[in-house]
């Protein structure tokens, strides 16, 4: 008779962490796909149990993002109650308690753990997805890690930051969209928000192009491939990531979006 595959447990999910080298203190930015992970035991929720329960003593994140229902028309977002367009795990997350999301209106995390109410304010007063000074920006300041759970440098959104960091150009729409922030205490905040957008490529998706850099980045110790139960996954060092892209990027603003390759050598 054929065994029946058993789904992992919270237990399995932790022993991952661990073999990966991660403490728990660490502070984390979680992109996922739970499809990826495989079978387990009580689905996306043990997942979420797993990760929190293991960084109860650091600081754990994942995007809640919006950035594709909001619009022009579908202009007000409401952190209480938009829900996220990045997959089941942060939706999970951002209503568990204790649990707080930045009221950046497309491009907003929930956080939990140390410190994640002075790591969160502020992001009402953003004007493009990852500002200098930002959520986004301030992971290479905490030392903190990425980690991409079955997914790949395309969900990475850290690098919209660094771009932004350096103010490369053409990443950003010419022109803002309005849009409005329902904010704790019910009122509503106006605000101007650029959105993603490249003219060469004539997308707001060249994120598409970042897993072109993925050989560089082991090479230089910014990331290394780990797994987590079925899932194949990339655990990055921010600060890390922020120096390699800055040093591409300083070479050729566009090798990304306009290159098919990036040539090894120009990562010593």
């Known amino acids: 008779m054929e065994k029946v595959k058993k789904g992992y447990t919270k237990d399995d999910l932790k022993s991952c962490l661990l073999k990966m080298g991660l403490t728990g203190k660490e502070a984390i930015m979680v992109h996922s796909s739970m499809k990826s992970i495989g079978q387990v035991d009580g689905g ?19 995007p809640t993002h919006t950035w594709a229902q909001m619009s022009r028309d579908y202009n007000v977002f409401d952190p209480a109650t938009e829900r996220a367009c990045v997959g089941i795990i942060p939706n999970i997350f951002m209503k568990r308690e204790g649990v707080l999301r930045s009221l950046h209106p497309t491009h907003s995390i929930a956080a939990c753990g140390k410190r994640a109410v002075d790591y ?5 007063n953003a004007t493009s997805p990852c500002p200098p000074g930002g959520c986004w920006d ?6 903190a890690k990425i980690l991409l759970l079955g997914v790949t440098h395309t969900r990475n959104t850290y690098i919209h930051s660094v771009d932004e960091v350096m103010g490369l150009a053409d990443r950003l729409t010419d022109q803002p969209t309005a849009m409005q922030i329902v904010m704790p ?16 490529l004539g997308t707001d998706c060249f994120s598409d192009q970042f897993d072109k850099m993925r050989l560089i980045f082991e090479k230089a110790g910014a990331a290394v491939n780990v797994r987590f139960g079925d899932a194949e996954c990339i655990l990055c060092d921010a600060r890390k990531i922020f120096e390699v892209c800055q ?9 990304v979006i306009c290159r098919e390759e990036i040539p090894m050598q120009w990562w010593q």
């Open 185 to 200: 205490d019910g009122s509503r905040k106006e605000v101007q928000m650029y959105r993603h957008f490249n003219k060469t």
């Open 120 to 124: 969160i304010r502020g992001e009402e």
């Open 138 to 143: 301030r992971l290479k300041d905490i030392n």
């Open 247 to 255: 040093t591409l990027f300083s070479i050729d603003p566009d090798c």
């Open 44 to 62: 996306a929720d043990t997942v979420v149990d797993a990760l929190m329960e293991y960084f109860a003593d650091g600081l754990l994140m994942t």
